[in-house]
């Protein structure tokens, strides 16, 4: 870990990363990256990079979670064990699952979860790298990667911290000020600026509360900016890739003029045909096949049981 640095702010009213004190890190997001999820993201927050993925709705196991009028939202947060200089014990331990359950909270209620009863949507975050702010990071990409699900939403959840170092506000913490500094408040919130998370590490009074939550706030607009961009960057990617598959070439780029010539001949022929034939043909019956019922299997029936195995431990969720 490095020392503890003389001053956080220099004379000039910059942090010790470059930023102002209202600047939020860079953030970039890539949609899409895991083939086999139903929704992902990759994202960028500064230094942190978390990958999340976003499977369902889905069947529940184990059975007894099972919520018979809506979905049940479960959301794992996991730190690599090489995310961060020391090597960090692999596996749950009780910071993960403390933020795995407040972000939990903070995106349960921003989906309809009515409507898909007896079901379930797992949200998994991976922090590849990690440089303070690493729930908030999670959290953004968990929202991005639920959209890319087709998940339906009230609106995306988009989060960022601030804190206090030297006696000042800064939003969105570096390691260092997280490390040293006096606050560290993360919050998350939704466009409308509903507040769907908040802790607080440290030491503010109400004035700088509400100041901090002020700056926050820009900062989650900030992040929300990039994440509808990044959505819709990646739809109109995938329309233009749909259209240029699907599109098909117009008669003049493929038929060659001889070839147009020969083919209003076999329309004309084909009409005169057809003429003929229908006006035989309407006197016929026509012939009405008996409708097959279809076997159902009678096993496969019961209670909507099947013998595939369950494919989510109860322990990935446990909380
Ligand atoms: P957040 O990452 O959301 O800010 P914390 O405030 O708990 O959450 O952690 C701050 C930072 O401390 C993390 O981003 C990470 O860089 C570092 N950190 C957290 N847990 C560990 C750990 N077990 N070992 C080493 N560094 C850690």
């Known amino acids: 870990m490095s020392d503890k640095p003389e001053k956080f702010i220099d004379e000039n009213g910059l942090r010790l990363d470059g930023r102002k004190l209202d600047q939020i890190r860079d953030v970039n997001i890539e949609v899409g990256v895991l083939a086999r999820a139903d ?4 994202l960028e927050f500064g230094n ?12 529940v196991h184990p059975r007894h979670q099972q919520e018979s009028t809506r979905a049940i939202v479960r959301y794992k947060y996991n730190m690599a064990s090489f995310s961060v200089e020391d090597r960090k014990r692999p596996g749950p331990d009780r910071r993960s699952t403390e933020i795995s359950k407040v972000s939990r909270e903070a995106l ?8 898909f009863p007896k079901s379930a949507i797992d949200i998994f975050v991976e922090v590849l790298q990690a440089d303070a702010g690493t729930r908030t990071a999670a959290l953004n990409a968990a929202s991005v990667a639920l959209a890319d699900a087709g998940i339906p939403m009230r609106g995306l959840v988009s989060a960022c911290a601030f804190g206090k170092v030297d006696d000042t506000l800064v939003v969105d913490l570096n390691k260092d000020e997280d490390n040293y500094g006096q606050a560290d ?17 440290g030491h503010l009074t109400p004035e700088e509360l509400k100041t901090g939550l002020e700056m926050a706030q820009e900062g989650c607009r900030q992040v ?3 994440q509808r961009q990044a959505l819709m960057d990646h739809y109109a990617k995938m329309q233009g890739e749909t259209a240029e598959e699907t599109e098909a070439p117009s008669v003049e780029d493929v038929v060659s003029d001889e070839e147009k010539v020969a083919s209003e001949d076999v329309s004309t022929v084909t009409e005169e045909v057809e003429e003929k034939v229908i006006g035989e043909s309407v006197k016929e019956e026509p012939e009405v096949k008996e409708a097959i019922p279809i076997e159902e ?10 013998d595939e195995e369950p494919d989510v431990e109860e322990d990935d969720f446990h909380e």
Do not use: H
């Open 224 to 226: 929300y900016e990039v």
């Open 297 to 306: 299997d009678e096993e496969n029936e019961v209670d909507g049981e099947t």
């Open 185 to 201: 408040v993360p919050i998350a919130m939704t466009p409308d600026g509903k507040i769907t998370l908040l802790q607080m590490d």
């Open 39 to 42: 929704g992902s993201c990759y």
């Open 108 to 115: 349960e209620d921003q989906v309809f979860t009515e409507y």
């Open 48 to 59: 942190n990079k978390v990958i999340a993925a976003v499977y369902g709705p889905r069947e």
